[in-house]
């Protein structure tokens, strides 16, 4: 069909709640683009490895305390740092699976009792994937997975309120998966929901911002 010269690569997210298997698919997927010769790279939020990535991370294994609006804008401060980045790399047609993005932001913070508004605010203006992979998962169901680690956040209670909150944040690049049906049946349906974003991309669909 020629060349365009919009094409670029996905940007595509994965969000659930711990254990819903998120790590894993995102993996999968990588590989199997890898394998379809499309450029990919796996990406996650928190990025652990920055300045404010460590000051994240330290908070998230209890050894630091931050009241919840200073954390959510760390979180917040953790993906603008990574935008520009992010969109050389999607317009030079490098497509990024990310596991976690501003919905798990959103959704964490409000499950605290802070203002949903006031939580996507500083997230408005950050690149809008084209697809969010949601891997759906009873709170329940996800707790008997071998349980929760040591980390704050892995508790039943706090998962079932940010499930809630999820819930608010659906759009059209959503796509809800039963995380409880096989493994090689999520991957199969990830594939899918992928291969169509992946070419709708590459035949030049704009690059939108979050929540503006
Ligand atoms: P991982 O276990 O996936 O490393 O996540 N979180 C994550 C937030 O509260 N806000 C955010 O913006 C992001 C990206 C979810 C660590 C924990 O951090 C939470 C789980």
Redesign the pocket.
């Known amino acids: 069909n020629g060349c365009n010269d919009k094409s670029r690569g996905s940007l595509i997210v994965f969000e659930g709640l711990?254990r819903c298997g998120?790590?894993s698919q995102s993996g999968r997927l990588v590989s199997y683009l890898e394998k379809k010769g499309v450029p990919v790279e796996s990406w996650?939020?928190?990025d652990?490895s920055t300045s404010v990535g460590e000051m994240?991370s330290s908070y998230?294994v209890n050894k630091s305390q931050l009241d919840d609006q200073t954390?959510?804008l760390l979180?917040?401060a953790?993906?603008w740092e990574k935008r520009s980045l992010m969109e050389n790399k999607l317009r030079s047609g490098i497509t990024l699976v990310v596991?976690?993005?501003?919905y798990?932001?959103?959704?964490?913070?409000a499950a605290k009792g802070l203002d949903i508004e006031w939580c996507k605010s500083p997230e408005r203006g950050l690149l809008a994937p084209d697809l969010v992979v949601y891997l759906d998962i009873a709170p329940e169901k996800a707790a008997e997975r071998g349980g929760y680690g040591s980390?704050?956040?892995e508790q039943l209670d706090f998962q079932r309120k940010v499930a809630q909150q999820y819930q608010t944040l659906r759009d059209s690049a959503w796509k809800v998966i039963d995380a409880c049906l096989s493994v090689d049946s999520v991957e199969e349906q990830i594939r899918e929901s992928a291969m169509e974003c992946v070419s709708n991309c590459l035949k030049g669909k704009p690059l939108f911002k979050l929540w503006s």
């Not at 798990?104 to 913070?109: A, D, I, L, Q, Y």
């Open positions: 711990d998120k790590t996650r939020f928190p652990r994240i998230l954390v959510h979180f917040s953790n993906r596991d976690r993005y501003s798990s932001g959103v959704s964490f913070s980390e704050r956040y």
